[in-house]
């Protein structure tokens, strides 16, 4: 069965820190990974996708790499705002369109 | 494009009682999933629909149950509460040109008396 553990569970940085998120997941034959951004309360807003054939993908101050073999992908954000505290999941597409989702990082930045 | 709708946004009721949620999905979309959010189980799968009919399932009860009609748009049925159902239901839809990505809605708040 399909495990997506995310460290840490919670990280507090500084405004302006380039920080990194870690995903990792433990069987590789996976078609995707999503990253969502959950602000409290709310739903899942999608930020990046990386299909299984790709290495990273990039959205502004985001970046995404995957590394399939080794079960892991890392979400960069670089110069962290206040407007990017929320809870980052992992979520990765297995067999059967059966998604598996990580319990998150819990992102504060401080002003 | 409108987004994922759902509603209601918020439930109350008591234990003993069922409740039904909806759900649209992003129009063109046909594929509809559930899930249960918690703070001490995370995001945990319910079932997946597509095109009316049922393709994935989790591991719940069969307190929990849904459907689709021929708009794409999906159900969820939950008999018999009980506390632990407290939770954030949220339901995501994908399709079209952008078919391997989920696009979640708002969620629906459960609380159970």
């Known amino acids: 069965k399909q495990e997506v553990t995310q460290i840490p569970a919670a990280l507090s940085v500084p405004e302006g820190e380039n920080l990194v998120l870690n995903c990792s997941f433990t069987d590789s034959a996976i078609y995707n990974l999503q990253w969502f951004r959950q602000d409290p309360g709310k739903g899942l807003t999608s930020l990046l996708l990386i299909q299984s054939s790709q290495r990273e993908q990039t959205s502004g101050r985001l970046n995404a790499s995957l590394d399939k073999s080794s079960g892991r992908s890392t979400l960069y954000i670089a110069a962290s705002q206040p407007g990017d505290s929320a809870t980052y999941l992992c979520a990765v597409r297995g067999n059967f369109n059966k998604f598996y989702f990580g319990s998150g990082t819990k992102l504060n930045v401080k002003p | 494009k409108a987004g994922v709708t759902q509603t209601p946004r918020y439930l109350i009721k008591t234990r003993g009682q069922q409740v039904t949620l909806s759900c649209s999905p992003i129009?063109?979309?046909?594929?509809v999933s559930w899930y249960q959010q918690t703070p001490g189980q995370g995001l945990q799968f319910l079932f997946e629909y597509f095109s009316e009919t049922q393709r994935n399932k989790g591991n719940f009860p069969g307190r929990f149950s849904g459907r689709q009609f021929s708009n794409s748009r999906s159900e969820m049925n939950v008999s018999t509460l009980e506390l632990g159902d407290s939770a954030l239901y949220l339901c995501?839809?994908?399709?079209?040109?952008?078919?391997?990505?989920?696009?979640f809605g708002p969620g629906t708040r459960l609380t159970v008396l």
């Open positions: 129009s063109g979309h046909r594929s």
């Open positions: 995501a839809s994908s399709g079209g040109d952008r078919a391997h990505e989920q696009f």
